[in-house]
Every structure is written in structure tokens, then in C-alpha cells.
């Protein structure tokens, strides 16, 4: 079926360092969400991206669509330790088909 | 404005026993998601309501789940009888009406963390 894959699992980096995070998928998106999952909390929306090759910035992350609709990625400039937690992306492949990734676990060393 | 509101919060049962869950999601989103989150690993869809319609269930063991939501605004998941594999965090999530073609913002609620021993 329709599986969308994360890469890191983890990552450890140094306050001040950058940060990104891919998902794949094999089959064409409809459109892609990022949510954020602090430790012990619930998913948090961060950004919708529908259109091919969309780049959107909220302050010190960028997320980027791929140009094929097939990958996206969420980068953080300059990482804080309110970045710390887990980051989701949630792949909607229409019909109401949509699956999270496995998710990418940031750790931000002070 | 307030949120998805869940409980129990936390529920610990043997297995074999039933547990239900209870949510109540942002006031006027007519959708309504039930997902399981295990330890680790992202959020699972088990069922997603439009009102008080099913619109997609395929991935709801359905010989031991089952969910409603009678009235189209709050919702019940219900687990008989458990198993040790059920151990989870159950999360509901609430939306506005997807815009054709897109999904739209969903607000989770706490979570019920379930541990079946």
C-alpha cells in the first residue's frame, strides 16, 4: 500500500545547528502537512504544502514540496531547545487516503 | 476557543477486558479522526467520521474495534477484548470539512494512554 518514508529516525545536533527532515513517497501526493509532537504532547500542525515545488518559511523553517509532488522536506535554521521533539509528515494521497511518517526525533543539545 | 477534548486519560486494563474512549472535538468540525499512536512510531488512522458517516475505516481491526459517533459531534472507541498489542496512545483529531481534493488542519486532542497488560 501507500507508505510514506522519514529519514532521519533521529537527530542529535548542537544548539545553533541546522536541522532537516525528509519524507518519500513512491507514488504522486496530493498534498503533504508537517505536525510537531513535543515530548508527552499531541501533534501540532505546522504547514500544509499542495503545490509542486511550494516552499513555504514560518520564521526559521523552511519546507520545501518537491517538483514531481513525490518528497518534501522541513528544515530548521539555527535550532533552539524549543525545536526539541518529534516532527511528522502527514502524506495525503486523496480519496481521503492519508498516512503520517514514522517521524523524525530532534534532540537539541544547549 | 476550546480544544479536542479526550478521556479517559489514562486506562490500564488486563487483557481480554473492554475499554471505550471518549471525545469530544472543537465545536462546528464536522470531521473526526480516531488514530493510535505506538510508542515510537507516527500516528495510525483507525477511522475517520464526516458527521455522523464512516468516510474511510480500512485500517480498523474491526473484529475487536469498533467506533461511533451517533449525533455527529462527540465519539466513542471501543477496544473487545483487548490485547497486549493495543497499547498505545489513542488520539482524536478534529477538522473543518475538507476543501475537495485537500485535507485540512486537524486538532489533536491529549491522547488516552492505554496500557493493556
Known amino acids: 500500500g501507500q507508505q510514506v518514508m522519514q529519514i532521519p529516525q533521529y537527530q542529535h545536533v548542537q544548539e545553533g545547528e541546522d536541522f532537516t527532515t525528509y519524507c518519500n513517497s513512491s507514488?504522486?501526493?496530493?498534498?503533504i502537512q508537517w505536525y510537531k509532537q513535543r515530548p508527552g504532547g499531541h501533534p501540532v500542525f505546522l504547514i500544509q504544502?499542495?503545490?509542486?515545488?511550494e516552499v513555504k518559511k514560518q520564521k526559521r523553517l523552511t519546507f520545501q514540496f518537491g517538483e514531481a509532488k513525490k518528497n518534501s522536506s522541513l528544515h530548521i535554521t539555527a535550532t533552539q531547545t524549543t525545536d526539541v521533539g518529534t516532527y511528522f509528515c502527514a502524506a495525503h494521497y486523496g480519496f481521503n487516503k492519508f498516512y503520517f511518517g514514522s517521524g523524525t526525533k530532534l534532540n537539541v543539545k544547549p | 476557543e476550546a480544544g479536542v477534548a479526550q478521556s479517559p486519560r489514562y486506562k490500564i486494563i488486563e487483557k481480554r477486558q473492554s475499554v471505550a474512549f471518549w471525545c469530544n472535538p472543537i465545536?462546528?468540525?464536522?470531521?473526526l479522526y480516531w488514530y493510535q499512536q505506538i510508542l515510537g512510531q507516527g500516528p495510525k488512522l483507525l477511522i475517520q467520521f464526516q458527521n455522523n458517516g464512516v468516510v474511510d475505516d480500512s485500517q480498523l481491526p474491526k473484529d475487536r474495534f469498533s467506533a461511533e459517533r451517533l449525533k455527529g459531534v462527540d465519539s466513542t472507541l471501543k477496544i473487545q477484548p483487548a490485547k497486549l498489542e493495543d497499547s498505545a496512545v489513542y488520539l482524536c483529531?478534529?477538522?473543518?470539512?475538507?476543501?475537495?481534493?485537500?485535507?485540512?488542519?486537524?486538532?489533536f486532542g491529549p491522547g488516552t494512554r492505554l496500557t493493556v497488560t
Open positions: 483529531a478534529s477538522s473543518l470539512v475538507p476543501t475537495t481534493g485537500l485535507i485540512n488542519e486537524q486538532y
Open positions: 465545536s462546528g468540525h464536522a470531521t
Open positions: 504544502l499542495v503545490k509542486s515545488g
Open positions: 507514488t504522486t501526493l496530493s498534498n
